[in-house]
């Protein structure tokens, strides 16, 4: 079984090799021991591994180059709040106990969000899992994460852990295939005859010199005749070829939020920070002479450009504020996924000082990518006129520990809560912009999770 696998060696005198224990005053334990790929079925993907557990709380991370993963299963811990510096403080009292812990999590668009759909994920939610996988290419390292909040004597922690590995290893099932979902009601959010008032409510206060942009989001709410399977999603999502990031937040059964985010908000390693700048849209061409051309276009087009460059230099300007050396790494590229393409710019720089992973996020969160330009301006204006709630829609998502981490923003994603499947998308609204091309261009950022609706509602 599972849990007698990490157990073996979990309280052992000498752990040798590869295996690693952290202990500070018994305030925390974590075991890491790097395992063989044949631990895992060669015709069982990792996240299919993942989804044998029938859990409450699941948690899964893929880099866009797919040679990393993360995952997580069950929780020990869970900082929760909605005010930044409690949650920050918490963090770094585990971090203190154990600077191995990693912890899976994300945020509010708007932390003072409460919307009934979105409870379980809270202001701020970050876990730390009872067992941890990581892949980096061809190497696994397996973890087992215990936080001593009770002061608990080790034979005590000795029990609480065999428990928590049992339950875990006692979950352990082939699951079964997703039963086809009917759509029982299809509802926009807004319908399109708000969505152009919407539209021009924010041209006008563009033309006034309020803003220069904002992001607008609406989203595609779908019932259906038996709870939706948060499985059969991910395993979907897996299977789409392009060079994004994949994430899954099960907060309950039944209940996760998930997607595949071209866009990384940071990746940190020690002092060592990247982000990308991403913004400015084409969709894909019905053949390679099509795409080229629909390529060209968007690198020729002032409006797109704008967009663009609106969001990096807001990056670089906020990336000046904790680096000394800001630079392009690749600037104005197109990269191309499978139903859209879009510019894109990389920045990095040196981190001059301590930064602990959460401040940066809040640092560069919402960029003029998915909340507009100036920032306060426009996070008012979408307050005011968005009528659902973005809860953790195109906000940092992603995994920290203490001197690396990495968040995507949660764009191109879902949110499910049992029957119904919530979907999300957004366009950038600038001076020239026109509310029935934006429309057009929300739902080509849907259509990974709307072709996925289709297939299950099909058969």
């Not at 009292?93 to 912890?103: H, I, S, Y």
Request: net charge negative; with cysteine; hydrophobic share 40%.
């Amino acid at each position: 079984m599972l849990y007698n696998q990490l157990f073996t060696s979990f309280f052992s005198e000498e752990i040798n090799g590869v295996e690693k224990y952290i202990c500070a005053d018994g305030k925390a334990i974590r075991i890491e021991k790097i395992i063989d790929e044949t631990f895992f079925d060669d015709s069982v993907k990792l996240v299919d591994w993942l989804q044998s557990f029938q859990l409450p709380e699941m948690f899964y991370f893929q880099s866009r180059d797919q040679l990393f993963e993360l995952i997580g299963l069950g929780c020990d811990y869970a900082v929760v709040g909605d005010v930044a510096d409690e949650v920050r403080s918490q963090t770094q009292k585990l971090w203190q106990a154990c600077n191995g812990f990693v912890f899976f999590g994300g945020m509010s668009f708007f932390i003072d969000d409460d919307s009934p759909e979105w409870k379980g994920f809270e202001g701020y939610r970050f876990v730390l899992p009872v067992i941890e996988i990581t892949r980096k290419k061809n190497q696994f390292v397996i973890a087992l994460n215990h936080f001593n909040s009770q002061n608990l004597d080790v034979e005590t922690i000795k029990t609480v852990l065999i428990n928590k590995l049992s339950l875990i290893d006692e979950s352990k099932a082939l699951y079964p295939e997703s039963k086809n979902n009917q759509v029982t009601r299809e509802i926009q959010i807004p319908e399109f005859v708000d969505w152009e008032k919407n539209v021009d409510r924010i041209l006008k206060q563009i033309q006034d010199g309020i803003i220069t942009k904002t992001v607008l989001s609406r989203k595609m709410v779908f019932h259906g005749n038996q709870p939706w399977d948060t499985h059969y999603f991910l395993r979907k999502l897996q299977d789409i070829e392009e060079d994004s990031f994949l994430f899954f937040f099960q907060t309950a059964r039944g209940h996760a939020f998930f997607g595949r985010s071209p866009e990384r908000l940071f990746s940190f390693d020690n002092d060592k920070i990247i982000l990308d700048a991403i913004a400015g849209t084409r969709p894909r061409g019905r053949d390679s002479a099509d795409d080229y051309k629909l390529e060209q276009e968007l690198l020729r087009s002032d409006k797109e450009m704008l967009e663009h460059r609106i969001v990096t230099q807001f990056i670089s300007e906020q990336l000046a504020q904790i680096c000394d050396d800001v630079q392009i790494l690749k600037s104005e590229k197109i990269i191309k996924l499978k139903h859209i393409q879009h510019l894109v710019t990389e920045i990095c720089g040196t981190v001059n000082s301590a930064h602990d992973p959460l401040s940066i996020a809040e640092l560069f969160h919402p960029t003029p990518a998915v909340g507009g330009y100036p920032q306060d301006e426009s996070r008012l204006i979408i307050k005011d006129i968005e009528s659902h709630s973005r809860g953790w829609y195109a906000s940092p998502i992603g995994w920290m520990a203490q001197d690396r981490s990495e968040f995507v923003v949660g764009i191109r994603s879902a949110l499910i809560e049992k029957d119904q499947l919530h979907v999300f998308g957004g366009a950038g609204i600038v001076a020239k912009s026109k509310a029935t091309d934006e429309w057009q261009e929300t739902k080509i950022k849907m259509e990974n999770l709307l072709r996925i609706v289709r297939e299950t509602s099909n058969g």
